[in-house]
């Protein structure tokens, strides 16, 4: 059973900037793909960001695009979302995970490893 440890969660000012990073037990070599979601206090888990493990193909939600970057180091064993000009609204607790082929990374459905997740908040 894969597990998944997320980071870099935290406080920060409307504007700023956080790093998360996810670290898997089996390393991410021979999964399919992975990402990152969200859910916001008293809304539905939500997809930000994901990304295929063969081509590095990176796929952004809406709110995501253009301020947000999801990163894999394989060497590392790390897969990253760099988070910029951070508003209140993207405060919410942000879940690592890994997904295999027919895996939805807009609701989350069909993905089978989830890491407990970090908090975020933004002030403003």
């Known amino acids: 059973q894969m597990q998944l440890v997320e980071s870099g969660g935290g406080s920060v000012a409307s504007g700023g900037s956080l790093t998360l990073s996810c670290t898997a037990s089996?390393?991410?070599?021979?999964?399919?793909?992975m990402g990152w979601f969200r859910q916001r206090t008293g809304k539905h888990r939500e997809g930000v960001a994901n990304i295929y493990t063969d081509t590095l193909r990176a796929h952004y939600s809406k709110f995501a695009t253009g301020r947000f970057t999801i990163s894999l180091d394989s060497a590392k064993n790390t897969l990253s979302l760099q988070m910029n000009n951070l508003t209140p609204e993207n405060t919410a607790m942000y879940y690592c995970?890994?997904?295999?082929?027919?895996?939805?990374?807009?609701?989350?459905?069909?993905?089978?490893?989830w890491g407990q997740g970090t908090q975020v908040t933004v002030s403003s």
């Open positions: 995970a890994v997904g295999v082929p027919g895996s939805d990374y807009v609701d989350g459905d069909r993905i089978p490893y």
């Open positions: 089996d390393g991410f070599a021979s999964t399919h793909s």
